[in-house]
């Protein structure tokens, strides 16, 4: 009796580790002709998907693209309210969370974490990325240590040498872990992107314009940061602001506002420790 005691118990036991590594999905669509696709390879990831309104777009993809990976314990939250919004969150590797919430029309917001073909264990995971849209037309995109993390390149507003800077960052960089992206956005026609690559860092960007602003007359925001804990701060409020952040080694730190109307702002730092301060407003 006492054996078949143990056994039983050890196959409750099996089956409870099975269970804790097991993928959750939870799609919930209230409207007309909306989409959604999760796909997850791995254990312990989680994705949760709403969509309210109509001819709305989700996809969320884990431990899939950009080639099959066992993902462990990721975290994928999309919430779209409106007509016309599209969400992509695609994570490879661990402990990555995603979050987008879009409420208004043909919004976009795009996250990539870790998506490393043949990552090294140095690439860890553990990024952290979280968007917010409110109006009409904005789009907002991540990408964390990713095969794809764009860097800048001609024509661009960074200089010969900048940009020759950039192009001798190894892509994607490694060891990556623990990187943190907001990006929010209020009002209409705002466009917000970060790439990010290396160890601990952050960026911040808040973007508000008035209700009907064309995406011509929208706010823009480009943050590009490789190597260890930088941080890029941006706040955006009014029309046509523009502003461009890139950091490449370590403890970098840039700190941007920009009210009114017509602005731009360009910031670089090469090397470690620097720190950019920018103030502009009036119009």
Do not use: C
Not at 84 to 94: A, R, Y
Not at 111 to 140: C, F, H, M, Y
Not at 170 to 177: F, G, I, L, M
């Amino acid at each position: 009796m006492k054996k078949v005691i143990l056994s039983i118990s050890a196959m409750l036991f099996l089956g409870a580790m099975s269970f804790a590594q097991s993928n959750t999905a939870n799609v919930n669509q209230v409207g007309n002709l909306n989409g959604s696709t999760v796909n997850q390879n791995g254990g312990s990831n989680d994705a949760e998907v709403d969509q309210y309104g109509r001819s709305n777009s989700s996809e969320v993809y884990q431990g899939i693209r950009p080639s099959l990976i066992n993902a462990m314990s990721n975290s994928a939250e999309v919430l779209q309210r409106g007509k016309s919004n599209v969400g992509f969150i695609s994570q490879s590797n661990q402990d990555n969370e995603a979050f987008q919430k879009q409420i208004g029309e043909s919004n976009r917001a795009t996250i990539w974490q870790d998506q490393v073909t043949g990552a090294p264990l140095a690439t860890q995971g553990s990024d952290w990325a979280k968007q917010v849209q409110r109006g009409d037309n904005n789009e907002a995109t991540i990408d964390q240590g990713t095969s794809g993390n764009e860097r800048p390149l001609a024509p661009s507003v960074f200089d010969a040498n900048q940009l020759a800077a950039a192009a001798a960052v190894t892509v994607p960089v490694s060891p990556h872990r623990n990187n943190r992206a907001l990006q929010t956005q209020t009002g209409d026609g705002n466009t917000a992107y970060a790439s990010q690559g290396g160890e601990g860092n952050k960026s911040y960007q808040t973007q508000t314009s008035p209700s009907g602003t064309s995406v011509a007359d929208g706010n823009v925001s480009n943050h590009y940061q490789y190597g260890n804990r930088n941080i890029a701060t941006l706040t955006q409020n009014g029309t046509k602001l523009l502003e461009d952040t890139m950091q490449i080694g370590n403890r970098n730190d840039a700190t941007i506002s920009q009210s009114g109307m017509g602005h731009q702002a360009i910031g670089f730092s090469l090397g470690n420790l620097n720190s950019i301060s920018i103030t502009q407003s009036g119009l």
